[in-house]
């Protein structure tokens, strides 16, 4: 059996849980699976991974069609495979036209979903509608679409009512948990800005609505004056964004000592000293499907606070691995929180019990620790997985 797993993001180009998600699963799959990788970037040296750059006459159009481009030749490529998976909107079409074109099935992970994040409208422009477009035909026509939660599995039966929910199948994402585990290294902390003898909230995300920034920044004001925020942040949406962001953290710098912007993407093991050394990890997010970086934060053994949307309550159990925090939201699709003010408080409120109670915070960042490793190895990931493919070419 061949599978073609076709991405945007494979190593070492990688910004988001996505890519994570699939460079896990492919090095797990191919411990008794023939898999292709067919991914978007520059040349890679790894066996059977082929890269596949931008037509040179599509370099300066919009992101949606030379996303297209780079898919016309990834669907041709697929020929010869027995099944095709694609990972997020930027395949699917590669996937869906290597379904039509070869007659092999198409399986979709679905790791976000356009009509769920409008505010990408501020990035495409008009290409949202053709990554939406792009999405909707990849769904519809899947022969199975695999959710990484059984809430992200409703938000695809909610986006996409014709699909047939026996083609919609949980399966959810994974932690290595030898690679993510403490480190405990209080110089490796120091050095990045951060004083690991006092109380510190880590977040770690892309600069993007759907992580809920702002509204981490604005309950850090309320946060006890000896407790330091220390933000992981970086790859901006768009330039806007980024302004907004930019002077929230210059506001509360002014106001509070600790606060420690660290832009640039750091090494797994830096990555590792800070949550390990962290009070606590906070996931705001108005959006997200499972979050695989809760996962690593848990596995490094630092107590989730997170937001109660999508898949973040199947992965952080509430007063046992860390804190839901409440997230009354519109039904616009757009995720904003209706009360927002008291979102901020009840999040603020949250992450202030862990700081000021070290010994429950240590108690659940152990349990979340445990957690990780028991229910979320990639080795059964990657046998639920495969037994997915063999299941479509009976």
Not at 38 to 52: L, N
Not at 147 to 168: E, F, H, K, Q, T
Not at 358 to 383: C, D, K, M, N, Y
Request: net charge negative; charged share 20%; with cysteine.
């Amino acid at each position: 059996m061949r599978i073609d797993v076709l991405t945007k993001e494979y190593p070492p180009e990688i910004y988001g849980g996505a890519g994570v998600h699939v460079a896990e699963l492919v090095r797990a799959l191919r411990a008794t699976t023939d898999v292709y990788v067919r991914a978007f970037g520059s040349q890679r040296d790894e066996p059977h991974t082929y890269s596949y750059g931008v037509p040179s006459d599509l370099a300066d159009a919009n992101p949606s069609l030379t996303t297209l481009g780079v898919d016309l030749r990834m669907a041709q490529d697929a020929g010869g495979a027995d099944v095709v998976h694609s990972h997020t909107w930027y395949a699917n079409g590669a996937g869906h036209l290597a379904q039509m074109l070869h007659g092999i099935p198409h399986v979709v992970t679905a790791h976000s979903l356009e009509p769920l994040r409008p505010w990408k409208a501020e990035q495409l422009g008009g290409g949202y509608r053709v990554s939406s477009w792009i999405e909707r035909g990849a769904y519809e026509s899947a022969d199975a679409v695999i959710s990484v939660s059984n809430g992200m599995r409703a938000d695809i039966l909610r986006s996409y009512p014709s699909l047939d929910p026996a083609r919609v199948h949980t399966i959810y994402n994974g932690i290595d948990s030898t690679d993510w585990a403490p480190l405990a290294d209080p110089q490796r902390v120091r050095d990045l800005g951060v004083d690991p003898d006092r109380p510190s909230v880590v977040f770690v995300g892309r600069i993007t609505r759907q992580k809920g920034l702002p509204y981490l920044l604005r309950a850090a004001r309320l946060l006890p004056e000896h407790a330091q925020l220390v933000l992981c942040a970086g790859a901006p949406d768009t330039p806007e964004l980024m302004a907004e962001v930019t002077e929230l953290v210059r506001e509360l710098q002014q106001t509070r000592r600790g606060v420690v912007w660290i832009e640039r993407h750091l090494p797994k093991d830096d990555l590792r000293a800070l949550l390990t050394s962290a009070t606590t990890f906070v996931c705001p997010s108005i959006y997200e499907p499972l979050g695989i970086v809760n996962l690593e934060a848990m596995a490094c053994g630092a107590p989730v606070v997170g937001s109660d949307t999508g898949g973040i309550p199947e992965v952080v159990v509430h007063d046992e691995t860390g804190l839901i925090v409440p997230l009354p939201q519109s039904d616009d699709g757009s995720g904003t929180p209706t009360h927002p003010d008291e979102y901020v408080r009840d999040l603020a409120a949250a992450l202030t019990r862990l700081i000021e109670q070290p010994e429950l915070a240590r108690r659940l960042g152990e349990q979340g620790r445990r957690r990780a490793v028991e229910q979320f190895s990639w080795t059964a990931i990657a046998t639920q997985t495969r037994e997915l493919y063999s299941s479509l070419l009976r």
